[in-house]
C-alpha cells in the first residue's frame, strides 16, 4: 500500500473512532446515514460510488475524492468507467475541479497499483 494511501486510511479510522466515541447523537446518527446511503437497493454500491466521486469532485472535498476513489476501486470500477466519472464531473464542476482531479488520478494510480501489489501477492 503506498504510504499516502496508507496515511489516509489510518487516520480516517483513527478519527471516526475517535469522533464516534463520543456521545453525540447527532453526529452518530449522521454517519450512519452516510454509511446506509452507500448501501446496495435500486442502485449497485458502485453505482453509488461513482455517484459520491462525482459530487466530491464538484464539491472539491480532496478526502472525500480520495474516500470515494478508494471505494470504487474496491466496487470494481476500471479505468475507463473512472475517467468518464472525472469527466462529468469536470463538466459540471468547472476548469476549477482541474486540480483536484490531477489528485484524484493520482490517488488513483496509487490506489490501484496497491490493489495489484496485494492481488499478485495472493497468487
Known amino acids: ?9 489510518a487516520f480516517r479510522q483513527r478519527m471516526n473512532e475517535r469522533i464516534l ?4 447523537q ?3 446518527r449522521f454517519f450512519a446515514l452516510d454509511t446506509q446511503t452507500y448501501k446496495p437497493g ?3 454500491v458502485k453505482t453509488k460510488e461513482m455517484l459520491g466521486l462525482v459530487a466530491s469532485l464538484v464539491l472539491r472535498c480532496d478526502d472525500c ?3 470515494h476513489v478508494a471505494q470504487c476501486v474496491q ?3 476500471d479505468e475507463d468507467e473512472f475517467f468518464e466519472v472525472f469527466g ?3 463538466v459540471v464542476g468547472g476548469s476549477i475541479v482541474i486540480p483536484h482531479l490531477r489528485r484524484a488520478v493520482d490517488f488513483l494510480d496509487q490506489s490501484l497499483a496497491a490493489r495489484d501489489g496485494s492481488e499478485a501477492a495472493e497468487d
Not at 500500500?1 to 486510511?9: G, I, P, Q, V
Open 42 to 44: 435500486a442502485l449497485d
Open 75 to 77: 466496487a470494481g470500477v
Open 21 to 24: 466515541a463520543q456521545d453525540n
Open 65 to 67: 475524492i480520495s474516500y
Open 1 to 9: 500500500m503506498s504510504d499516502r494511501l496508507a496515511e489516509f486510511t
Open 88 to 90: 462529468v464531473g469536470l
Open 26 to 28: 447527532v453526529v452518530r
